[in-house]
């Protein structure tokens, strides 16, 4: 199995930036994406960004195209979300989750097999 653990979450004003980590142990050969989503209250899960593992593929959601960037530290199993000019739409409940297969690149939540805890982000205006 394979253990993801989120930190980096906190409260900033709008307009600030955050960055999420997401550490993976266990059996992380596995692992071919990894990818966060998020969710506000009485909201769907939403899928924010995914990687593909060897940095082949990656995947944003139109919301955050152009202010959140990827990246991964793959001898540290970590991946990162740099979050930039913030807003209090992007305030939610951030969850880090890996998918065990092959395939298209993509932020369907379904496609992803082991999901972490969560991190609060929380954007005031």
């Known amino acids: 199995d394979v253990q993801l653990v989120e930190s980096g979450g906190g409260s900033v004003q709008a307009g600030g930036s955050l960055i999420l980590s997401c550490a993976a142990s266990g059996d992380t050969y596995r692992t071919y994406y990894m990818g966060w989503f998020r969710q506000a209250p009485g909201k769907e899960r939403e899928g924010v960004a995914t990687?593909?593992?060897?940095?082949?593929?990656?995947r944003y959601a139109d919301s955050v195209k152009g202010r959140f960037t990827l990246s991964q530290d793959n001898a540290k199993k970590t991946v990162y979300l740099q979050m930039n000019n913030l807003n209090p739409e992007d305030s939610a409940m951030y969850y880090c989750a890996v998918r065990g297969s092959r395939g298209a690149c993509t932020l369907t939540l379904s496609a992803f097999d082991i999901w972490g805890q969560g991190t609060q982000v929380t954007v005031s205006s």
């Open positions: 990687m593909h593992s060897e940095g082949h593929y990656t």
